[in-house]
C-alpha cells in the first residue's frame, strides 16, 4: 500500500496485454504533454508523442523492465521503464522493431533532418555526457538506468513515485554483483531534481540539449545515480 492511496506496484510480463501497454501509453504520454526536452525529440509534433513513449514501452518489454503502480478505480497511475544490468534500450534484437524504427520514420517523414539529429547530435551527445560524469563508460551499463518515470497528474505527490522507485531498490539489492547495486537517471526539470534527491539520488552533473534549428531552443540536462548500499 502506498501510504493511504489503495495503489499496488506489478511488472508487466513479457507478454503484457495491449490494454496494459496502452494504460503505460497513456500515462507516460500524460506525464510528458508540456516537457520542453521531449519536445525536443519530437521537433514539435505533439501527434507523436504517444508513438515515441509508446515505443519505449515495447522495446522495455523485450530487453528491460516496465512496473507500472495502479489502483482498482483507474488502473495503471504511474510507470517505470528500467533498463537493469547488462541492457540497455535498444540494445537487443526486436526493441527497435517494436516501434522505434516506425516512430523514426514518422518522424522523418514530417521533418527530414530529424534522424539526423536523434543520431548524429543528441545520442552522442548523451552518452559522451553520461559517461563523462558517471566516471565510466560502463558504469550505466552495469546497473539499473531509469529510462522513462510518470505519474497521473492528480495522483503525484502522493508517494506513487517513491513507491516505483523503492521496487527497483529492492531488486537491485537481492542482485548478488556488487557491480551492479547502483542506479542512474538523467532529467531536464528542477522538479525532477528535486524528487529525485529527495529519494536519495546525488546529482553528478549538467550540460546543456540543443533542440533541432527548428525549435532553436536549449534545455538543461543533469545526471543522477544512487549507491544500493
Known sequence: ML?????????????????????????????????????????????????????????????????????????????AIWFGPGTELLGSEGQAEAGFNQFMADLGSKDPDMPAWWMGYFMPTYDAFMSERLGDPKYKYTGWHLQLFGVLSHYRRRGVGTAL???????????????????????????????????????????VIESEKKLNDTVPMWCFAKELL
Request: glycine share 8%; hydrophobic share 35%.
Open 3 to 79: 501510504h493511504s492511496l489503495p495503489a499496488s506496484i506489478r511488472a508487466l510480463t513479457k507478454d503484457a496485454s495491449e490494454k496494459d501497454v496502452e494504460a503505460a501509453t497513456t500515462v507516460l504520454t500524460d506525464a510528458f504533454k508540456d516537457d520542453t526536452f521531449t519536445n525536443f525529440l519530437i521537433n514539435g509534433h505533439k501527434s507523436l508523442l504517444a508513438d515515441l513513449q509508446r515505443a519505449q514501452v515495447k522495446a522495455a518489454l523485450i530487453g528491460g523492465e516496465v512496473y507500472v503502480a495502479e489502483t482498482e478505480a483507474d488502473g495503471i497511475i504511474g510507470v
Open 165 to 207: 522507485i523503492r521496487r527497483t531498490e529492492e531488486e537491485g539489492r537481492k542482485n548478488p554483483d556488487t557491480k551492479s547495486k547502483h542506479l542512474t537517471v538523467e532529467t531536464e526539470t528542477e522538479g525532477a531534481c528535486a524528487f529525485y534527491k529527495s529519494v536519495g539520488f546525488v546529482e553528478k552533473g549538467e550540460t
